[in-house]
Nanobody, 117 residues
């Protein structure tokens, strides 16, 4: 059974930082592309950042220079370090693991990030 368990969300003031974690089980973690997506009410889920199995990263323009994505294959965990947070970063953040060759992907249940004073 595949599980992606997110943690680290919460309430933070503008300019603050949070680190999200996503712990995976039930998959060959090192073989998967991993990503963080976010969604706000009434909007489509959007890609925040992704990292390939080789370690290459890409980021949404809105978070470049503020967010850093990393993976630890020894712990089956992917991290999203979020700095200089803005109110517009408020969303539910979802972890994603995808294996394109097999056409499979998995989602976590989401963790809420609220940026507000």
């Amino acid at each position: 059974q595949v599980q992606l368990v997110e943690s680290g969300g919460g309430l933070v003031q503008p300019g603050g930082s949070l680190r999200l974690s996503c712990a995976a089980s039930g998959i060959t973690f090192s073989s998967y592309r991993l990503g963080w997506y976010r969604q706000t009410p009434g909007k489509q889920r959007e890609l925040v950042a992704a990292i390939t199995k080789q370690g290459s990263t890409n980021y949404a323009d809105s978070v470049k220079g503020r967010f850093t994505l990393s993976r630890d294959n020894t712990k089956n965990t992917v991290y999203l370090q979020m700095n200089s947070l803005k109110p517009e970063d408020t969303a539910v953040y979802y972890c994603n693991a995808a294996y394109a060759s097999y056409g499979v992907e998995y989602w976590g249940t989401g963790t809420l990030v609220t940026v507000s004073s």
